[in-house]
């Protein structure tokens, strides 16, 4: 089978750097992608790593170590407008177009 | 560019009804997908479609069916509607092709807005 854990909810204030955790248990592991989602809206792509180590864009980073089945995303200088909910979310080897989902981090910016 | 469009945004149905859910994308995209999103949960793919004339199932096809007659569009179709088909449907699509070596294809996936289907 396969899974994937993440928090239920974060909450940071404002200008703060937050880490969102996520673990997987899956066969063919390939990569892992982070989609963000606003009050039920069209979730948007943000990161997509396949490689152990941080890729970063703009003040989103997404992290991947393939050994601990873990990777994360870090926001920094959080904003209120990242009050969101982020999914992790797993693609396998020959299974091209197949993503599965984690079931999200509810995160609340505070002022 | 619309990008990912889908019709209805809202509809109500009564147990047994059939409805069809349209999908439509303008940015040539080979893959499609239907997903549904439950209170508290993640995305759940239904089925996927990765080129005109193929489908496939995901991870929760059963009560549904699909087709893709032409690239742009990717139709999802209840039969027979059940209250467990209760949910918020989203459409997406994306390439196929790795841009390079280990970078993202289809997990870039673009989404919808989203159809909020009640069955009574």
């Known amino acids: 089978g396969q899974s994937l854990e993440q928090p239920s909810e974060v909450t940071a204030v404002e200008g703060a750097i937050v880490q969102i955790n996520c673990t997987y248990q899956?066969?063919?592991?390939?990569?892992l992608s982070w989609y963000q989602q606003h009050d039920g809206g069209a979730p948007t792509f943000l990161s997509y790593?396949?490689?152990?180590g941080l890729e970063e864009t703009g003040r989103f980073s997404s992290f991947l170590s393939r050994s601990d089945s873990y990777g994360y995303l870090l926001l920094q200088e959080l904003q209120m407008k990242d009050s969101a909910s982020y999914f992790c979310?797993?693609?396998?080897?020959?299974?091209?177009?197949?993503?599965?989902f984690g079931q999200g981090t509810e995160l609340s910016v505070k002022p | 560019n619309a990008g990912v469009t889908q019709t209805p945004k809202f509809r109500v149905l009564k147990t047994g009804q059939s409805m069809t859910l349209l999908c439509a994308q303008d940015?040539?995209?080979?893959?499609m997908y239907w997903y549904r999103q439950d209170p508290g949960m993640g995305l759940r793919l239904i089925h996927y479609?990765?080129?005109?004339?193929?489908?496939a199932k995901g991870e929760v096809p059963d009560g549904y069916n699909v087709s893709r007659l032409k690239k742009q569009n990717f139709l999802l179709g209840l039969e027979s509607a059940a209250p467990s088909q209760t949910s918020v449907y989203f459409c997406?699509?994306?390439?196929?092709?790795?841009?390079?070596?280990?970078?993202?294809?289809?997990?870039?996936?673009?989404f919808g807005p989203g159809t909020r289907l009640l069955v009574l």
């Open positions: 997406a699509s994306s390439y196929s092709l790795r841009t390079s070596g280990r970078g993202s294809s289809w997990e870039t996936q673009y």
């Open positions: 899956t066969s063919g592991f390939y990569g």
């Open positions: 790593n396949a490689l152990d």
């Open positions: 979310a797993v693609s396998r080897y020959n299974q091209g177009g197949k993503l599965i």
């Open positions: 940015m040539n995209h080979e893959y």
């Open positions: 479609s990765v080129g005109e004339g193929t489908t």
